[in-house]
T-cell receptor, first 112, second 116 residues
């Protein structure tokens, strides 16, 4: 019940294309869903996050879509750029615990 | 201000040795977290400190792992009698509160531990 499943494991997109990463969860107690971006040799950094009371959140080229009934959420990167090449992690957290439960990660490569 | 810092950045040790990994959180942050990232895997929660409350140790994989946080600031993760499967990147994060689910966790660069 604590798992967050992420797909795909890796993704190759042409510059200017749309990158889509999907996550699914089981625990309905989760009430916060952040996405983290990690570059090689660095720690993860918060990219964008959503609460389940909204279906979509957009920040620049990054959008989270959230489907509460399906217990799924996804990250869309519009107009993908080579600088977006990194590993992306979805995560989930419930209000009564501090820990984040992470997905397995998606390695994104944006080709010029 | 300064972010979360961790030391050492790399640690190579021999099987059976003890290691200590250090984390300096962002000043003023009351919550501190340790995660482990194995090669090609996601981040695995280890332990969480929140203020003066008893730590949440539910993610520690065995009794060889322990952590402490002194003075509500610096934390040390200790692994006793290291095993090869302990090889991973150990990440520390801190947040301002830890009591809100939306509280952002800021990560350090990690310590890469290699057990030979």
């Amino acid at each position: 019940q604590q798992q967050v499943k992420q797909s795909p494991q890796s993704l190759i997109v042409q510059k200017g294309g749309i990158s889509i990463i999907n996550c699914a969860y089981e625990n309905t107690a989760f009430d916060y869903f952040p996405w983290y971006q990690q570059f090689p040799g660095k720690g993860p950094a918060l990219l964008i996050a959503i609460r389940p009371d909204v279906s979509e959140k957009k920040e620049g080229r990054f959008t989270i879509s959230f489907n509460k009934s399906a217990k799924q959420f996804s990250l869309h990167i519009m107009d993908s750029q080579p600088g977006d090449s990194a590993t992306y992690f979805c995560a989930a957290r419930s209000g009564n615990t501090g820990k984040l439960i992470f997905g397995q990660g998606t390695t994104l490569q944006v080709k010029p | 201000g300064a972010g979360v810092s961790q030391s050492p950045s790399n640690k190579v040790t021999e099987k059976g040795k003890d290691v200590e990994l250090r984390c300096d959180p962002i000043s003023g942050h009351t919550a501190l977290y340790w995660y482990r990232q194995s090669l090609g895997q996601g981040l695995e929660f280890l332990i969480y400190f929140q203020g003066n409350s008893a730590p949440d140790k539910s993610g520690l994989p065995s009794d060889r792992f322990s952590a402490e946080r002194t003075g509500g600031s610096v934390s040390t993760l200790t692994i006793q009698r290291t095993q090869q499967e302990d090889s991973a990147v150990y990440l520390c994060a801190s947040s301002s509160s830890g009591t809100l689910s939306t509280d952002t966790q800021y990560f350090g660069p990690g310590t890469r531990l290699t057990v030979l």
